[in-house]
């Protein structure tokens, strides 16, 4: 047994074998290591299953391969088929990794955008499993449930919320019912520049006004309280402290809106830039993303309308004019 930067070998010459594996077939070697030393180090097997998310009885498969096959038994076996004939084809795969890569878009709108570009039809699945296939997310687990609540009319409840992207402030509301978004990049974050914002995202009068309780939002607030006497036809809402599920919607679109951002801009702050990709995901996000839960598109149940053109708009500015022939040629 070896000890080397606090990593376990059981022979010196795994040492350099491990260094060409990856990290996978590294951190299995770890396990099965710590479960086959005989000194005070050894662990339990429930432990080293637990090292690699695997049950007891799996990871004894993995110590069985090992002593089998030695380090080559640790390596991810294949479980493709000698034939696919239901395989995705390479030309829409490419596709959804390059939108993928441009917008940090999650399975659903990935998909939305590729099945109007092609007649070859994918469903969130296929496209969740190809973003995993190549490493641009991981396989994630819902490990939480909550109780989802929804206004029943369009302006019945606008939820409204500060965040940052790469240091900058932005102001995002959202229409509870439709999930209608808008946002905007404020030059700093004082109380007449958020009520002045939130006047120009949101210029007509509505019910009520959920916030968190931040010092702009905040019952002392005179600002915000003036802004509320003549906007809200009935009451300002706040949320339950360190409770932040209650703006879990607007949260949500804060969340898909940054990773755009993101993916667009990296760590850049030129501001002008930030305002064109924030205008180009709200288009996107209002126009083009079907809500699973409501089963429609914000703009269209906020409004009755929304407007089409949002996906030809979207893949210029992405600059992913190639897949617009397709759309022409399908009719």
Request: aromatic content about 14%; glycine content about 4%; some cysteine.
């Given at each position: 047994m070896i000890i080397v930067q606090g990593e376990v070998y059981l022979e010196e010459w795994h040492i350099a074998i491990l260094k060409k594996e990856t990290e996978f077939v590294r951190k299995r070697y770890q396990a099965v290591a710590r479960t086959l030393v005989s000194n005070i180090i050894r662990i339990t097997r429930n432990e080293a299953a637990g090292m690699i998310d695997r049950s007891r009885r799996q990871l004894q498969r993995i110590v069985r391969r090992f002593r089998e096959q030695g380090i080559a038994g640790l390596r991810l076996r294949s479980t493709r088929p000698h034939n696919s004939p239901r395989k995705t084809p390479a030309d829409i795969e490419s596709r959804v990794v390059e939108v993928r890569k441009a917008t940090g878009f999650g399975s659903e709108q990935l998909s939305i955008i590729v099945n109007q570009s092609t007649e070859h039809r994918i469903s969130r699945t296929t496209a969740y499993n190809i973003m995993v296939r190549y490493e641009l997310v991981k396989a994630e687990k819902l490990i939480q449930q909550y109780t989802f609540f929804e206004r029943d009319r369009p302006d019945e409840l606008v939820q409204a919320d500060l965040t940052r992207f790469n240091g900058i402030p932005l102001l995002t509301m959202e229409d509870d019912y439709s999930r209608k978004g808008w946002a905007m990049r404020l030059k700093d974050e004082l109380d007449d520049t958020v009520v002045a914002g939130m006047k120009m995202l949101h210029g007509c009068k509505y019910q009520n006004l959920l916030t968190d309780n931040g010092s702009q939002f905040c019952r002392r607030n005179s600002v915000m309280r003036k802004y509320c006497e003549h906007y809200l036809t009935e009451r300002h809402i706040w949320s339950s402290i360190h409770h932040p599920q209650t703006l879990g919607k607007l949260s949500a679109f804060q969340k898909g809106m940054k990773?755009?951002?993101?993916?667009?801009?990296?760590?850049?702050?030129?501001?002008?830039?930030?305002?064109?990709?924030?205008?180009?995901?709200?288009?996107?996000?209002?126009n083009g993303m079907q809500v699973s839960t409501t089963g429609c598109y914000p703009e269209e149940r906020y409004s009755g309308k929304r407007d089409s053109g949002c996906y030809a708009r979207l893949i210029k500015a992405l600059k992913l004019d190639w897949m617009m022939p397709l759309v022409v040629g399908g009719g």
């Open positions: 990773r755009f951002l993101r993916h667009r801009l990296k760590d850049g702050q030129d501001t002008q830039a930030i305002d064109e990709c924030i205008s180009v995901y709200l288009d996107w996000y209002n």
